[in-house]
């Protein structure tokens, strides 16, 4: 049973899926970041250090926005000695962009 004020809807997880994309995507600078990690980062990713070079930012805002996208689940990060690399999970966000266009086009549970 819904609390008071709460509204149930049938495509929560759409919704969610709407949500987590918009959060991640709607800085200019993470949105750059995923078309590199899609374009250039393969199965090696790219390291923390070659992203502040290229956005000509200092490491701890980088890892903020790498942040971002990792909680949206659109990336991957793996620890090389002192190094972070992040790559494209490209799995999780085919899953994020596929249940967020089942959303839009009213496709959702079908």
Known sequence: MARSGTVLRPSAAGEESLVALGRALCDPVRAGMLLALAREGGSRGICV??????????????????????????????????????????????????????????????
């Open 49 to 110: 250090c070659e992203l502040v070079e290229r956005f000509g930012m200092g490491q701890s805002r980088i890892s903020y926005h790498l942040g971002r996208l990792r909680e949206a689940g659109l990336v991957r990060e793996e620890r090389r000695g002192k190094w972070s690399y992040y790559s494209l999970d490209r799995e999780a966000a085919g899953a994020l962009l596929g249940a967020a266009g089942r959303a839009l086009l009213g496709g959702e549970g079908r």
